[in-house]
Every structure is written in C-alpha cells, then in structure tokens.
C-alpha cells in the first residue's frame, strides 16, 4: 500500500494546481473529516443499513473550473461541522495499471481512477456494487458499498471484471455547513435523489447534463415563492420504503 499511496500522490499532480489554495490554515478542516468519515463507515457497516444520500448537481452556470458540470454524491453526517462527497462524473487519465504497476491483474485494464475533490487527493476510496457487502465497507444503496480501507481496494478492483462494477475515487469534496448552505442560496448547486445508476454510468460525460435536466424538470413543478420570502433548498423526494433525507440538514 505504501508504493500505492506514493503512486497516487504522483498521479495527483494533475490536480496540483487545484490544490495550492489548501494551506495549513486548512489542515484541521482536512483531516478531521477524514477521520470522521472512517468512524461513520465503522458504525454503518456495523448496520448494514443504506446510508442517507443525495446528489448535488452543479448548475450550468456555476464558476468554480474545480467543480464546474460536477455531480457530487454527498455522504452520510461524519459527526463535525463540515460534510462530505465524492465527485462521481470525472474520471482522471491516470489509468489503473500506472497506479497498480506490480498487479498483473490490473497491469492490462483500461480503466482509469476517478477525481472525487480536491481535498487528500493522495487517499484512495472505493465505491463497489456487489451483493457481497465488502468486510468494513459503509453501504450506500442497495448493494453499493463504501470501503476506505487500503488493504480491501486492490481486492475489489482485481476482482472487479470493469470500472462498473468498482470504482477507484482520488481525493474528496468537503464544505462546512455554513458554507454549503450559502452555495445552495446562491443557486449554485440543485439537490437531487441520489441514484446507483448514475454512479457507475458507462458514459460519465453524460450523467451531469441528465441530472440537470431532471433537477430543471422538478424545479419547474415545484410551487412557485412569492416575491420577497427567502429561497428555499430544492425538495426531494424519496421513495416511500427508502431512507428519508432531512431537507433542513444543510440549514443547520
């Protein structure tokens, strides 16, 4: 694993310049999350009960290049005050066999590692659709499965017959709940029902432009505000045996 973290870490120079505003004013930021988000696996996976997600989709015309035409799968609560996701539309050129270059498994795959954010590029994380709940791994959906442990990864992708049935994420998005809430006020994300199929979707390059499409389409039937009351975050609607989200989570 340590040749695997080290491989990464080259890998993310591609992503160096995106991570130059990360200073160590923002060490604490980084890692209390990351360790927070390994206990919320510990206790989920203890469970085996799906996780609470949700899509944020970027809205056409946000600016930010780093998170521009972004879906992000957000996270079950890590227990701080920020809150998490992976970006699960962007895969990177960096391809499976140049970061596993002693695995003859993967020496020969095509398929290519995910940037989910730009915060601890250098850690690795795997999301996997499996009916066999991976030992540790936080479910997410039925039968999609989060793993952060390094000595499970290797594993799941060689045993992975493609990139749809396991994929690799370098790194994770985080905001604080304040921070968050702003972008949502400012229109800069549309909330969305999380969905598997869009998460291992063939064509990644396709699932933003559908999912703001679908995001439009449930804003257009919303009721309309009156002029003058404060904007409220977008509803969603789950399905009546699934998890509910707490629409007042990112008001808090």
Not at 81 to 92: D, Q, R, S, Y
Not at 168 to 189: C, I
Request: with cysteine.
């Amino acid at each position: 694993m340590r040749r695997l973290c080290g491989t990464i870490a080259g890998a993310g120079l591609e992503h160096s310049r995106l991570m130059k505003s990360f200073g160590a004013r923002s060490l604490l930021l980084v890692l209390l999350p990351a360790l927070a988000l390994v206990a919320a696996v510990a206790i989920a996976a203890s469970t085996r009960n799906p996780a609470q997600t949700y899509f944020l989709v970027a809205q056409p015309d946000l600016p930010d290049p780093m998170f521009r035409d972004s879906v992000v799968l957000m996270l079950p609560p890590t227990g701080t005050p920020l809150v998490v996701g992976l970006i699960v539309n962007k895969p990177t050129k960096v391809k499976l066999s140049e970061l596993f270059p002693d695995d003859a498994a993967l020496k020969q795959r095509p398929d290519t590692a995910f940037f989910g954010g730009p915060v601890d590029i250098s850690q690795p994380l795997a999301l996997v659709r499996t009916t066999h709940a991976p030992d540790g791994a936080m479910p997410l959906f039925k039968d999609v499965y989060l793993d952060l442990k390094a000595r499970n990864i290797t594993g799941l992708l060689t045993n992975s017959p493609s990139g749809q049935s396991t994929r690799l994420y370098l790194g994770r998005a985080q905001w604080t709940d304040d921070q968050l809430h702003d972008e949502m006020l400012e229109n800069s994300w549309y909330n969305v029902p999380s969905d598997p199929q869009y998460v291992f979707s063939a064509d990644p390059a396709t699932v933003w432009r559908t999912l703001v499409a679908r995001a439009q389409a449930i804003e257009t039937s919303a009721p309309r505000l009156r002029d003058g009351q404060p904007p409220q975050l977008l509803r969603v609607t789950w399905p009546s045996d699934g998890p509910g989200l707490d629409e007042t989570a990112l008001d808090r």
